[in-house]
Nanobody, 122 residues
Framework: QARLVESGGGSVQAGDSLRLSCAAS????????MAWFRQSPGKEREFVAL????????LYADAVKGRFTISKNNAENTFYLQMNNLQAEDTAVYYC???????????????WGQGTPVTVAS
């Protein structure tokens, strides 16, 4: 069965960095879009970043632009979220996702990871 497996979350101090990984159990098609979302308790799930599997410019939410970087390793069917200068506001469960459209709406994505929690203490 197709799966997305996430790793890399943890508890850090403000200003620290984390690198999240998302590994697909299938060969990702070049037309696919991979994305990261996050959700904190009591808040709606929000878009973080996305990139086309075949390449091109990524897209970032304003809240993370300049601090987070999405990247990919096509040969390994894996993509990443490098998070630098983490702040308390970044505390959330982070989810990776794969879909077929270049969109920030979570409803556009049909494959999801299990979520990995990130806690940032100030």
């Amino acid at each position: 069965q197709a799966r997305l497996v996430e790793s890399g979350g943890g508890s850090v101090q403000a200003g620290d960095s984390l690198r999240l990984s998302c590994a697909a159990s299938w060969r990702v098609y070049s037309s696919s879009v991979m994305a990261w979302f996050r959700q904190s308790p009591g808040k709606e799930r929000e878009f973080v970043a996305l990139i086309r599997w075949r390449g091109g410019p990524p897209l970032y939410a304003d809240a993370v632009k300049g601090r987070f970087t999405i990247s990919k390793n096509n040969a390994e069917n894996t993509f990443y979220l490098q998070m630098n200068n983490l702040q308390a506001e970044d505390t959330a469960v982070y989810y990776c996702a794969v879909g077929s459209h270049y969109e920030t709406n979570q409803r556009s994505y049909n494959s999801w990871g299990q979520g990995t929690p990130v806690t940032v203490a100030s």
